[in-house]
């Protein structure tokens, strides 16, 4: 089947960059197909710390534009989607061996004033004796900083942006690889895997991982750019948070490792550096799940055991290669690596938390004379009404709880589910009715909903991906909703 119109741009990648990239460029009113081999986000996107920071930590290798754009972005991600993120806050306790108290401070004051804060507190010393958070740890640790970053949903997040770009009429084509594509009389022809065709001007590899494979072997580019593959783990173990506060962990080794609250039961922890040839074979090792429990344990009053973990997952960095750096050190930062000769380019590197910078900086290079317009840009379900609260998280929460007052027939757990998932949306789910629970726990209006606007396929898209159900056997709100 061919698409009749020739199009302007077709993207290979549907995580959180080829996803952006098309909804940015759908909105200029740009004709965008956008090929993804698997579920839209399925990939790297939604095995991320979840974290929408600046990357304190990049300050010491001299990132200090990198954490100004990231920062920048934070702030406008926490406004642009209120029910799948919101501000996270972070104790950062001192070790024996970690770094100075001064140096933290320094660091902190420079990640606070860095850029303009509007969504997120400052950051202040505490003594974790006297912090209910502190009760998890061993008592002998004592003096910490608390700070904020942001925490978003990953996975519904690309979704999310696929979902906006197909609203504003980009054809999205999930579990659709492209399979074969060459460059005739100007025009890229790319095929997906169901025989789908279509002809492009322009062409945008932003396929991650994979990005120096595509440019090589499916696109046959003589310059591909040259990735470092890094493998990230985490795993989900019993709740060791007491409260919403997550812990930055500095270990021997440099590294930092997280441990956050996660949804309303769990606790996430994460994450390693483990150097990988192939991003399709990701997958936890022994070695950094012993790694990942003994960086909690040297912490925690009550260790985890191996037993404790619920679930584990690992994803692969696509690092910028950087010669005579090591992974710690290698940027953060995104390329563009426009190939020599020929209309397209390929995406290398970036993070989650930039990827509406990084799609906005793309597409005004490649068409120029287009107008950005994705910056105030709420995403669905992120309409939350201005209800008086000093930030949108904040309105947020008085929204959800109007919601529930007004669908009071529902079990409020249920009601705030459903709105820290669909944000507005959840209104007219709850309105329409949401029919029979099915034995997932997913309801049959809500399966709809996740099959007919949310690219969702399988049990697994729908259950790990576009909601959490497979891992909380019971719906109760998560404990981020108890907090304003
Ligand atoms: C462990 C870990 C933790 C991280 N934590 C954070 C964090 O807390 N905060 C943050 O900001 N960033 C974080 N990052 C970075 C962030 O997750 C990545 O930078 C980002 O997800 C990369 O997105 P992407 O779209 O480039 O790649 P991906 O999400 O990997 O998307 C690429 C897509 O291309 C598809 N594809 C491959 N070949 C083809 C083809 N031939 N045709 C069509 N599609 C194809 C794949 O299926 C895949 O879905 C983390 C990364 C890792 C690994």
């Known amino acids: 089947m061919e698409s009749q119109a020739i199009r302007d741009l077709v993207i290979l990648g549907g995580g959180v960059n080829g996803a952006a990239i098309a909804r940015d460029a759908a909105g200029r009113g740009l004709a965008v197909t956008l090929f993804e081999a698997g ?32 920062l920048v972005e934070r702030d406008l991600l926490l406004r642009a989607a209120p029910h799948i993120s919101w501000p ?21 004051f420079l990640y606070d004033h ?41 996975a519904r997040l690309v979704v999310l942006l696929a979902r906006d770009a197909r609203e504003r009429g980009a054809d999205i084509r999930a579990h659709d690889g492209a399979v074969r594509a060459r460059l005739a009389d100007g025009l890229w022809q790319v095929s997906g895997a169901s025989g789908h065709r279509v002809a ?53 080794d440099g590294r930092i490792v997280f441990l956050l609250p996660y949804e309303r039961d769990w606790s996430l922890i994460g994450t390693t550096e483990t150097p990988v040839a ?33 679930h584990r997952f690992a994803g692969v960095r696509p690092l910028v290669l950087e010669e005579g750096k090591g992974d710690r050190e290698t940027t953060r930062d995104w390329r563009f690596h426009h190939h020599a000769g020929v209309p397209a380019t390929t995406v290398v590197g970036g993070k989650l938390t930039t990827f509406r910078r990084l799609a906005e900086d793309l597409v005004s290079a490649l068409f120029p004379g287009t107008q950005p317009w994705t910056r105030q840009a709420r995403l669905p379900g992120g309409d939350i009404p201005d209800l008086g609260g000093r930030t949108a998280r904040a309105n947020f929460l008085l929204w959800s709880r109007a919601l529930k007052a007004r669908f009071a027939d529902h079990d409020p757990a249920l009601v705030e589910r459903l709105a820290s998932l669909y944000g507005t949306e959840a209104e007219a789910l709850l309105a329409g009715g949401l029919g029979a629970r099915l034995p997932s726990g997913l309801f049959e209006a809500e399966a709809a909903h996740l099959r007919a606007r ?3 396929r399988t049990e697994e898209d ?19 909703l108890v907090h304003a």
Not at 89 to 96: A, G, H, I, Q, V
Not at 218 to 237: K, M
């Open 278 to 310: 192939d991003p399709g074979a990701a997958a936890i090792t022994p070695a950094e799940e012993a790694y990942l429990l003994a960086a909690a344990n040297a912490v925690l009053a009550r260790p985890l055991a191996p037993a404790d973990i619920r």
């Open 454 to 456: 949310e690219f969702a």
């Open 88 to 108: 996270q806050p972070f104790l950062l306790p001192l070790l024996p061996g970690g770094r100075p108290g001064w140096m933290i401070a320094a660091g902190l």
């Open 114 to 154: 860095l850029a303009r804060r509007r969504e997120v507190p400052g950051a202040c010393r505490v003594d974790l004796r006297a912090e209910l958070a502190g009760g998890a740890l061993k008592p002998e640790l004592g003096r910490a900083f608390r700070f904020f970053d942001g925490w978003v949903d990953d």
């Open 462 to 480: 729908m259950l790990w991906r576009r909601t959490k159900l497979a891992l909380t056997p019971e719906r109760r709100p998560p404990h981020h």
């Open 39 to 70: 579920d839209i986000g399925g990939a790297t996107s939604s095995a991320s710390t979840k974290l929408v920071h600046g990357g304190l930590r990049y300050l010491e290798f001299g990132e200090v534009g990198l954490v100004r754009k990231a």
């Open 200 to 252: 492009a001007r322009l062409l945008v590899n932003a396929t991650g991982p994979w990005a120096e494979a595509t440019a090589r072997d499916l696109l046959g580019l003589p310059d591909p750019p040259r990735l470092r593959l890094v493998q990230g783990a985490h795993i989900v173990t019993r709740r060791v948070n007491r409260t919403d506060e997550a812990f930055l962990l500095q270990q021997a």
